[in-house]
């Protein structure tokens, strides 16, 4: 696991606190409950890998510490403190106080992030203007070039005046994050940031994501679908299903001894577990939908080793470690004994 830190290792107090998050959006079909009662912290210095499904409610989640949710969204229940402090009820003016200088946010596609008609050079030299307005212009400029080999952009000088359409997919994913890093963020959220790239390439930013969060000891919420891109860098890991957090813990624990049957599901899905000449493992079915959320565990319907109680109520979160929790009645001390179909090193 590349030696990564487990959270037993990073004691520092959490720099970011969600308790109790519950998101809903106003549709012509009825209240969507996107995001149901979720509570997570994000420390100084740390990769928190947030994987799932599409459409489990990860986006909304991020967008909802910021802010930025649509109009048609409304924040139901819970708080959001940075260092202590609750900015749950902040007005827009005070946010804007707070995001570049407290989080950024790269997106997965860096093509709707960048200007087509703005040099790349120019757009990074925007967002440092804006966070550091006394800057001269030669000073303006360094800070440009620095961001640009922070984010291995190579030969900076040159490629300062070419364009989006000039830069190759991963760097273009660079050029963005060089934008996210203008304002110096103690907090990065990057969602799905490898997404629109092909696997080569996503393996170059998700390593350059650690280098610079090594290197700037930038808190990191990292966004995915996918349990072998999160793999490569995350400290920690929260899986995420129907809008509600069902396991969370170190890397280790959630790769070598995993306890949830979606995170069974999300892992035997990965290539490396594949069988020899046999398809892919698919986790059969489709999440609920959020407008009615099932009664219970909303992940009964899916699962094979679903207990009766799992169809009428909602399983608490059981601790397995001080660090490691699962939300699955299979945890209860009550419950029939099975061997999860993965665990421990992949194959392949």
Known sequence: MNGRQTEGKNNSPALLEVSNLSVSFDTPQGELQA???????LR???VLALV?????GKSVLCK?????????ARVKSGSVKVDGMDITNYRERDMERLRGKLFSMVL???MTSLNPTIPVGEQITEAVRVHEPKLSRAAVRARVLELMRLVGIEDPESRYRLYPHNFSGGMRQRSVLAI??????RMLFADEPTTALDVTIQAQILDLLREVQRKLGTATLLVSHDLGVVARVADRVAVMYAGRIVETGTAEEIFYDPRHPYTWGLLRSLPAWAEPGQ????IPGMPPTLIDPPRGDAFAC???????IDYEEAPPMFEITPTHLAATWLCDPRAPKIAPPVGGEARG
């Open 302 to 308: 899916r699962n094979k080793y679903a207990l009766a």
């Open 180 to 185: 996210a890093l203008a304002s110096r963020p």
């Open 52 to 56: 799932g499904e599409s459409g489990c």
């Open 108 to 110: 997965q596609d860096p």
């Open 279 to 282: 398809p892919l493992y698919t």
């Open 44 to 46: 100084e210095g740390e």
């Open 64 to 72: 909802a510490v910021m802010k930025l949710l649509n109009r048609n």
């Open 35 to 41: 995001v149901r009662g979720v509570s997570f912290a």
